[in-house]
């Protein structure tokens, strides 16, 4: 089966460059077999996550059901104050053993390479048990892109298909262990506490 790969857009803004350089993983991973979704933060419009009651909305059962569709992430946001969006943040509050086992790879638009934004997406990963790629990709607009929104950095492009690469190679080779693990029995895997009873 091919690997399902959802993207996430965490920028609020129209013409986002995140958007843009999501658009791009997306598409090299369709070309590499992957299907592939697109959740946009900025469509979808989750409520504030309230940990004591849980908001039914349309927008979380939607955003839901594309988590579990999903076997390996791709999330995008602007660095701001040198940490993920709020709206990424948001997102990534809503869920934990859904992402535990699955691979995910970061984008950042920043004017500072977004190092530190990225750490952060991958730190609340980690503590979900998900797996990330080693490395990320972060993007300068306006120096990146062109005016339509076409990436122009040969450099940058080439990273953005390395991703949509890695993500469907390792993601299909992650994914295929997991649910070997999550049928199996062994007791010694971090999986086994993810079976179903
Ligand atoms: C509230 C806010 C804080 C920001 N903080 C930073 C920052 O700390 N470092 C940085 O490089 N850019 C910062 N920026 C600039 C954005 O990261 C940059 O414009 C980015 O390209 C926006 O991404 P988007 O095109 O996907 O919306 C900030 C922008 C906003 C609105």
Redesign the pocket.
């Known amino acids: 089966m091919a690997l399902r790969v959802l993207g996430i857009n965490g ?1 609020m ?1 129209e013409g ?4 843009r350089a999501l658009g791009v993983v997306l598409e090299s991973a369709r070309e590499r077999g992957a299907e592939t979704r697109m959740l946009d933060l900025r469509v979808v419009d989750l409520p504030m996550y309230r940990p004591d009651v849980l908001p039914e909305t349309e927008s979380v059962r939607f955003a839901t059901e594309a988590v579990n569709w999903a076997g390996a992430y791709v999330l995008a946001s ?5 940490s993920m969006s709020g709206a990424m943040k948001n997102f990534l509050d809503f869920y934990w053993t859904e992402f535990a086992g699955k691979l995910f790879a970061y984008l950042c ?4 390479k977004g190092f530190t934004a990225m750490d952060q997406m991958r730190t609340a990963v980690r503590q979900c048990y998900g797996w990330s790629l080693p490395y990320g990709v972060s993007f300068n ?1 306006k120096e990146d892109f062109d005016a339509d929104g076409s990436v122009t950095n040969v450099v940058v492009a080439r990273r953005l298909r390395m991703v949509a690469r890695d993500l469907v190679v390792y993601g299909a080779l992650i994914g295929e262990q997991l649910n070997h693990d999550l049928s199996g029995d062994d007791p010694d895997t971090f999986a086994a506490r993810y079976r179903r009873q």
């Open positions: 920028s803004r986002s460059h995140s958007a602007p660095d701001y104050h040198g638009a920043s004017h500072e607009g």
